[in-house]
T-cell receptor, first 112, second 113 residues
Framework: QQQVKQSPQSLIVQKGGISIINCAYENTAFDYFPWYQQFPGKGPALLIAIRPDVSEKKEGRFTISFNKSAKQFSLHIMDSQPGDSATYFCAAHSGNTGKLIFGQGTTLQVKP | DSGVTQTPKHLITATGQRVTLRCSPRSGDLSVYWYQQSLDQGLQFLIQYYNGEERAKGNILERFSAQQFPDLHSELNLSSLELGDSALYFC????????????FGPGTRLLVL
C-alpha cells in the first residue's frame, strides 16, 4: 500500500515531442505528489508538484495531470528538449510520517 | 543549487568498516531526511530528524544510525559495512516536521570493496 508504481522505465522522444510518464499509487492517505528530475551525478531536484484536490497543474513546459478516482498521475513534458534528458521520479508524500515514497524512475532521452 | 550540502562527495571503504556521512540543511530548515539510492531499490527513505528529534523511520538497517545536532546538521553512521551498502546516500531538508517540499543535497557516493 506504500508503493508508487512508475512507468515506463525508459523513454526515447524526438526533440519537440511530448514526453509522458505515468505513476499509480494505492494509499489514499498520500497528500502531495511531487516530481523530481535527476541528472547523472546530481541529487534529485524538485520539478513540479500537485495536491490531490487539483486535477492539473502547469509550469512552463511541464504539466501534471492528476486522476484522484483512478489513483494515477502523470507528467507531461511538452516540446521536449535534449536538455530534458534525465531521470524523472514521481513521489507521494505521506501526511502521517512526512516521508516521500518514490517511484522507480524513468530515464528520458530526447534525441536532437 | 538546493542549498543542502553533503560531505564527502565520494567515499571508498572496505567491508566491515564504519563511515560517517554529513549533511547540512538549507538555512531555516528544521527537518533532515536521509535516502538511499541504489540501482535495484531506487530511492528509499531511511530516516527523518526534526529539530534534533527522530521523527520517522523507514527501511533503515540496524547497522545504520543517524542523529541531528543542535546546529541542525545531521550525520548518518553506517557500520559493519557490506558490499550491498554501496549506493548513493542523499539527505534532503524541509521546513516542517511533515514537510512536503524536500530539497535534496548532491549526495555521497559510497563504494564498499
Amino acid at each position: 500500500q506504500q508503493q508508487v508504481k512508475q512507468s515506463p522505465q525508459s523513454l526515447i522522444v524526438q526533440k519537440g515531442g511530448i514526453s509522458i510518464i505515468n505513476c499509480a499509487y494505492e494509499n489514499t492517505a498520500f497528500d502531495y505528489f511531487p516530481w523530481y528530475q535527476q541528472f547523472p551525478g546530481k541529487g534529485p531536484a524538485l520539478l513540479i508538484a500537485i495536491r490531490p484536490d487539483v486535477s492539473e497543474k502547469k509550469e512552463g513546459r511541464f504539466t501534471i495531470s492528476f486522476n484522484k478516482s483512478a489513483k494515477q498521475f502523470s507528467l507531461h513534458i511538452m516540446d521536449s528538449q535534449p536538455g530534458d534528458s534525465a531521470t524523472y521520479f514521481c513521489a507521494a508524500h505521506s501526511g502521517n510520517t512526512g516521508k516521500l515514497i518514490f517511484g522507480q524512475g524513468t530515464t528520458l532521452q530526447v534525441k536532437p | 543549487d538546493s542549498g543542502v550540502t553533503q560531505t564527502p562527495k565520494h567515499l571508498i571503504t572496505a567491508t566491515g568498516q564504519r563511515v560517517t556521512l554529513r549533511c547540512s540543511p538549507r538555512s531555516g530548515d528544521l527537518s533532515v531526511y536521509w535516502y538511499q539510492q541504489s540501482l535495484d531499490q531506487g530511492l528509499q527513505f531511511l530516516i527523518q530528524y526534526y529539530n534534533g528529534e527522530e521523527r520517522a523511520k523507514g527501511n533503515i538497517l540496524e547497522r545504520f544510525s543517524a542523529q541531528q545536532f543542535p546546529d541542525l546538521h545531521s550525520e548518518l553512521n553506517l557500520s559493519s559495512l557490506e558490499l550491498g551498502d554501496s549506493a548513493l546516500y542523499f539527505c534532503a531538508s524541509g521546513r516542517g516536521s511533515l514537510q512536503e517540499t524536500q530539497y535534496f543535497g548532491p549526495g555521497t557516493r559510497l563504494l564498499v570493496l
